[in-house]
């Protein structure tokens, strides 16, 4: 049965799932990335998180990275699970993993991916602690984006 | 008819995740005009859109059959 390399799931992910899709007798490592829920940021406790996606665009989007990705390490493969629902403290919000001939690869790919994740994929996530809760913007605060879109590389969207 | 999408806090605003409104062929910038009327609570002026699941700037046209959403700052990872 073929897998999808890039999924949305409402169930716990199994990191090792993940690691088997981009298997390749080829690579030389595996790297992996495994996202999961802190309990505290910035002094502030953290009871349990809320992850929303709108899941078809998301999927595009984790295609869209895998391709900016073919650009720059032509031999690496990536596959990448993200989980939207509750979540609770450590659990897993998503799994990352690169293979590719050599490691440096494997290692910038797998960061490359999560900072662009962090960019262009909708997913929201709402943080629920013991004083309120409320829904998280742009991590990275850019936001509004210069061209009023985030950055998409070339390739796409011209 | 437009599909209008809502996402995190614009969804929690409104009450609903989708909006079905009978419009065709106006800009996004029109579209979030209209939804700011018809749901004062929102405030859409600085939100992202995707219309059919790519990203578009304010000046992009929305036709019959579309779906825009409205994608508020992403927080994913």
New interface residues.
């Given amino acids: 049965m073929a897998t999808s390399l890039f999924e949305i799931v409402e169930h716990p992910i199994d990191v090792e799932a993940v690691r088997k899709k981009v298997v390749d007798r080829n690579a030389g490592a595996i790297t992996l990335f495994v996202g999961t829920v802190r309990e505290m940021t910035n002094g502030k406790k953290t009871l349990f998180l809320e992850y929303q996606a709108y899941p078809e665009m998301a999927v595009k989007m984790f295609e869209q990275i895998a391709k900016e990705i073919k650009e720059r390490w032509p031999e690496a493969k990536i596959a990448i699970t993200h989980r939207v629902g509750r979540l609770e403290i450590t659990e897993i919000a998503v799994v990352i993993a690169v293979s590719s001939p050599h490691r440096k690869a494997a290692y910038e790919a797998n960061e490359y991916a999560i900072e662009r994740i962090k960019q262009i994929v909708p997913i929201w996530k709402k943080e629920h602690w013991e004083d309120g809760s409320e829904w998280i913007g742009d991590q990275l605060e850019n936001v509004p984006y210069a061209e009023g879109k985030p950055p998409i590389r070339r390739g796409e969207h011209g | 008819m437009i599909q209008v ?1 809502l ?3 614009l ?2 605003a409104v009450g609903q995740s989708k909006v079905m409104i009978e419009l065709d062929g106006c800009t996004v910038q029109e579209v979030k005009k209209w939804m700011e009327k018809e749901y004062p609570q929102l405030s859409l002026e ?1 939100m ?3 219309v059919n ?6 000046d992009a046209v929305v036709k019959d059959g579309d779906t825009l ?1 409205f ?7």
């Fill in positions: 999408l996402f995190a806090h969804q929690e600085q992202m859109a995707a699941e790519e990203f578009v700037t304010d959403a994608i508020p700052p992403i927080s994913g990872g």
